[in-house]
């Protein structure tokens, strides 16, 4: 692979110490950074393919820690309900109807297609097909954790658990060390799952060794059954059953009393904040400075497109920062910088990939993206943070970039053909609707 040279950048590298470099360039080999200095590059006799991003930020791309990607197949087909009729009296039948890997592979297009024109470079997902959806991810060049949503009963692709157990060990025996795929396991909630299900999925994921994921006190309905059913709070309940720890990742958490809180900081579990489907679907808002002040590592999620109703980190960010303080009256609940942050750093702890992405740092994968500083919409800069998390919006990223490719250059995608997505689904929307 040709080395990449990407010069004249101010670089936002998200490392420990926060560093601006306000004119740097990034030299990338065999995927990876090999070195991040001060100044121009001097290319002169190098066989290199030289970027010159003068007057524009290059920064990590955006770690989505929770979504669905298939179900843009369902972006607006039900709206303005609460989750639990919205689940089961909408989703789960046209799933039940419509969710075949032909139709998980052109909703996956599609996701990824909006993915990387809004500047996002790793997803984790939980769904159905993963094992299709981490190939369409795998072709398209995009970084992603895949696990195969474990529930109590029959899905479009496994009849039993035992089928959705050997699934997943289908998958991970399949992409275990793939440089741009991470297989996990997945218990859909414990709403959803029966304690033998919950503990058979831990085991999987801890005998595999990959992330556990799982839906947590998204609402206060969850709750509530939780408590009747169990006497136990959904947090209380998961760690009664060992499935709380540094491998697990959980999605929502709108619900955790301040013992929960303490439950998921003590034992190392992830969060994911999906704030924009918690307002959607009425859950509810989490406050998640006080998981931040907890210690609890916490990513940015956008949850599945039929719940948001898109895929674009900016405006999951912005909801985030904003929602924190308004929601609150603490208008120093969630900084500019701490939100940023989130969406890639604390995305990549939270999927226990931070060795790997979340900050541009020497010896890391290159999943970056290129943004138009320079805009109308972002000028002055006197904060690069604030100018990102307050300012932009994802039409300002220019090109993203993972494992040392370019997937989007100058807004040009360069791994998906979008014109025959865009008409397939249109078509299939048709059919959808009638
Ligand atoms: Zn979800």
Known sequence: MKRKIITHARILTLNAGMDIIPDGTLVIEDGRIKAITTGGWNAAGEEAEITDVAGMFVLPGWVNTHTHLPMTLFRGYADDLPLHKWLTEHIFPAEARWVTEEHVRLAVRLALVEMIKSGTTCFNDMYFYEQAIAEEAARAGMRGVVGESLIDFPTPDFQTLSQGIALSETLAERWQGHPLIHPAVCAHSPYTCSAETLQTAKRLADRLGVRLQIHLAETRREVDECLARTGKTPAAYLHSLGLLDKNVVAAHGVWLNAEDIRLVADTGTALAHCPKSNLKLASGIARVSAYLQAGIPVGIGTDGAASNNSLDMVE????????????????????AATALRMATVGGAKALGLETEIGSLEVGKSADLIVVH??????????????????????????????????????????????????????????????
């Not at 912005?318 to 308004?326: I, N």
């Not at 690069?384 to 250059?409: C, D, F, H, P, R």
């Open 316 to 335: 999951e960010m912005r909801f985030a920062a904003l929602l924190a303080k308004g929601a609150f009256q603490e208008p120093e609940a969630l900084d």
């Open 373 to 434: 500083a320079e805009a109308s919409n972002m000028l002055p800069v006197y904060n690069e943070y604030a100018a990102i998390v307050y300012a932009m919006n994802s039409k300002n990223i220019l090109s993203t970039m993972v494992g040392g490719e370019w997937l989007m250059k100058n807004r040009q995608l360069l791994t998906l053909d979008k014109d025959t997505i865009v008409e397939e689904m249109k078509a299939l929307g048709a059919r959808i609707k009638k």
